[in-house]
């Protein structure tokens, strides 16, 4: 899939506008049926499973849109988790439907409240499964980790997720199995605000992925590399060599297939332990394959991602080409810093690392994520709990 070829990126506003309408119309026919003799639960038991079906279908297409317009977005996240969620509530009520039309008189019109709020936990029940092969292969993969990289607390991460994702899962499973009256409704906000973690941390990782899998178009004027620790020696280490002969690989393809040539630029500053700055460092590597020193410009002034391009972007022409090349893991949240930077539509490169380093490193920048848009997370965290609020009030 091409990015950047959209002009826009997707809107749903019209969609906000269809469920408010959806959402007082249900409430309309709930009042009405409280209140006079008709009995709205069969339109209300169609209505249900209808909006879903085009709730998925709209955020599907967003998806789609927004990796077009721009897939180093949050946007990318939100559409992918909430469409996992909203598939399996969609399946919920569509059993819901066919069993009402089965045996109508075994419904009233709480069942249909309790069916919308327990939403949450049939979620949890039906990943369950995933969940857990997930958990289990963070767990290998952290333990791996540990044995080769050192007890860290960084590198304990991916085990503390796991055992929050499988202990958090069973505990709340549990308790909407025992308890009843309020604690049961706390019970199924508790579970909403779970999945919605746990929608979140999907949609991270598939964003992670789609990115570091991307290849970009082979039409590049520059090619950023984002520097690391280097070695004491001033050598690169094993994960910025991969980055530096990840640009040259691409470099190499663009040219066999295009003959198109690019411009490098090793970007990281000098650290108070290092005997000269990553951009030199790079340099030097590249000069070693090969290449002269005319066909690099060094960025020497950076000491995080965000200055990586800040700092990068000001040396080059504001119609420049770029890609940019990095870990894999960490290729969606350098495109992010890219686009708020410079408002630079540069596509990322993912250099392998090795396979038990990327789901631990994948916790990190999902934590990361997360703290950088927290405004948004409590936004949405706000509406889902009024939501089930208002549910547990009918």
Known sequence: MKIYTRKKKPALYGF????????????????????TGFNGLPY??????????ITLAVLIAALIKQLQYNPYSYNTIYYFGFSLLVSTVLVTHIVTAVNYFSSPEGYRLRDMAEIVRNSARQYMIITLPFLAVFSVGLLISNIVLMKKEGKKVKNMLGIILAISLLGGEALLIWLGSVLGGVWDKVTDLLCAVFIYAECMLFGTIFADVFAAVHLPERNKDYIIILGCRMSKDGTPTPLLRARIDKAIEFYDRQVNETGRSAIFVPSGGKGGDEPLSEAECMARYLISKGFAPEQIILEDESRNTMENMIFSFRKLPEDAKCAFSTTNYHVFRSGIASNRACKHKAEGIGADTKWYFWPNASVREFIGLLKGHRGKQLLVLSGLIAIYLFLSFI
């Open 16 to 35: 906000l506008v269809f469920s408010i309408v959806v959402v007082a119309a249900v409430a309309v026919l709930f009042g009405v049926t409280q209140t």
């Open 44 to 53: 209300i038991t169609l209505i249900m499973p209808a909006y879903f079906a």
